[in-house]
């Protein structure tokens, strides 16, 4: 079910439980921290790596919304939307997550839609160099099955276990990006 | 020497690196992360001990900017500030992290003020309940000794080593709050 507020701290902890008793053992603290916080994730993959990290772009795109989209991004169907799949890793490595997102094209200011839409930077970066204020609402995390595409990106196998969320970051007031964010169980232990 | 603009993803690096260096050890993943985000750090605290993290307030005083602290908050020397000592703890535990604030007034909105000021909520539930949207600047990542007030917060000695940061949470391009953390060296491992 699609959620339309931010996931409170008992409903982030909650599902990390859920989590933990699917899968029968804990999360690591650095997995709780990645599926939970509300700052920056290439910061923190900076800080652990104690490398640079960059965007691989696979995918980038401009769709226009459906339905489903457009309310998660509360904009209009039909809207264009710049789509993104990109791989977060250190340079000359394979990737540390792998990332969706849905960037809504209306409004958006020129010199940061140049960046969020055409340079391979990535978004917490973006922010810093344009001193955007934001806040970021968590919408869902959960258990996915790798894809073809993890496959490709990370060390695992079709079918396996990852862990993924789903956030906005909102600026005045409106949807800045919605990013969705997975990485192997076996990461980050 | 005191800054003026945050720190660089690699000046961070660095002061982590010059911290090791000198303590003879690594900082945990998680030390490293309480010291570099941008993000909500209650947050993180609730998510790594599954309960609810509370402040206890220690010290709560108006005072008049001296000439360093107006320059460190950007506002004219003499102007109030809200001044404030506390505890991020787990209700009827000890102390996870010692914090100080300083929150010029002037300027205010009044809601906000009332939460800022009166109420013992963290400044991250604040600026959640108010969806305020924010930056965060980190000024200064370093290690310093116990003093007495850290001795009565922590399991610690005085002259113990602890980690600590200053950092500014910005809004609408000014201070909203300038905030330093300190927390035992033998914590978070």
Redesign the interface.
């Known amino acids: 079910m699609q959620r339309f507020r931010?996931m409170k701290?008992d409903e982030?902890?909650k599902a990390?439980?859920n989590i933990e008793k699917r899968i029968g053992f804990n999360l690591s603290?650095?997995q709780?921290?990645l599926l939970?916080?509300?700052?920056?994730v290439t910061?923190?993959l900076?800080?652990?790596t104690?490398k640079?990290v960059v965007i691989e772009t696979k995918v980038k795109t401009i769709i226009k919304a459906d339905e489903d989209l457009a309310r998660a991004l509360k904009i209009k169907s039909g809207e264009d939307v710049n789509f993104r799949v990109v791989h977060l890793k250190n340079p000359d490595d394979r990737a540390l997550i792998f990332a969706k997102s849905w960037t809504p094209m209306k409004g958006l200011n020129n010199s940061i839609k140049k960046d969020l839409t055409s340079a391979d930077i990535p978004i917490g970066k973006i922010?810093?160099k344009h001193?955007?204020?934001?806040?970021?609402e968590i919408m869902s995390i959960d258990t996915i099955n790798a894809d073809d595409e993890m496959v490709k990106a990370f060390d695992v196998k079709l079918g396996d276990l990852m862990l993924s969320r789903y956030y906005n970051i909102?600026?005045?007031?409106k949807i800045l990006i919605r990013i969705n964010e997975a990485f192997p169980i076996s990461s980050f232990l």
């Open positions: 931010g701290i982030m902890l990390i439980d603290d650095v709780k921290i939970t916080t509300d700052g920056s910061r923190i900076e800080v652990l104690k640079p922010l810093i001193k955007i204020e934001t806040r970021r909102i600026h005045e007031a």
